[in-house]
């Protein structure tokens, strides 16, 4: 199938209070990677307050990381999307969900001072409140997706239960907890990593795969993205790649 005059629906969740540290640069990234190809983009942005039947159109799901009054102000309107969120991710629609958003798709956040915040059970997994921030340039490794570059800056420490998949393992950085080597999530279609920067301008690989999922999911057929040069990419990677902790 041609991607051309093809058309999908980004719901961006309260992009008001979750694109911390660069993550709303992953929407301008689809946003363009579609743009390019001729793929039409209807964005829907979700904040406090709306009908969660608004939720319904989407084919991808993106959701950034945020600060704990950012977490505080969208919680209780997360809980009522969150069962929509399953179904969504059931039904294989695409989703990116970075640093606190990958917590909050998983089983629960438990702060240091004992509170739980329920999460939408999508990725097998909690999250534990910490003292100690875990911040600094990161490296990992997909078999899907090769090598992936980005900035992790978190306290929670993420721990996966068993039988849920990593996202990718750390070849350099902290990951989940730093423990353990594990970094991220990965459910179906949905990718949950702690990797900010913004992500997907760096390793735009993924954006694809976010992209044509979307795409084959709405239209029912195979998709074959045109290639579309990357003559700074390797420079911008290499630098990141590059820079102390």
């Not at 904040?47 to 969660?52: A, H, L, T």
Request: with cysteine.
């Amino acid at each position: 199938m041609s991607e051309e005059t093809k058309t999908i629906t980004i719901l961006s969740l309260f992009p008001g209070r979750m694109c911390s540290h660069g993550d709303a640069g992953n929407l301008l990234v689809l946003r363009k990677r579609c743009e390019w190809r001729g793929i039409a983009v209807e964005q829907l942005n979700f904040e406090v307050g709306d009908d969660p039947a608004k939720c319904e159109a989407a084919n991808l799901i993106l959701s950034g990381g945020g600060t704990e009054s950012g977490l505080a102000h969208i919680k209780a309107d997360f809980a009522r999307i969150a069962p929509l969120l399953r179904s969504l991710v059931e039904s294989g629609v695409p989703a990116l969900a970075v640093c606190t958003s990958l917590q909050l798709f998983g089983e629960y956040l438990e702060s240091p001072g004992g509170q739980r915040l329920e999460g939408a059970g999508i990725f097998s997994l909690h999250t534990l409140g910490n003292t100690e921030r875990q911040t600094g340039n990161i490296v990992i490794s997909n078999s899907d997706f090769g090598e992936l570059i980005g900035y992790e800056n978190h306290t929670g420490k993420t721990f996966l239960h068993e039988g849920q998949e990593p996202f990718a393992q750390v070849v350099s950085g902290f990951g989940n907890n730093g423990e353990d080597g594990t970094e991220g999530a990965r459910y179906k279609n949905a990718l949950g990593t702690h990797l900010h920067g913004p992500l997907l301008p760096k390793n735009p690989q993924l954006a694809d795969f976010l992209i044509a999922t979307a795409l084959e999911r709405r239209y029912g057929e195979p998709v074959e993205l045109a290639l579309l040069p990357s003559r700074w990419l390797e420079q911008a990677r290499a630098t990141a790649k590059a820079r102390p902790r």
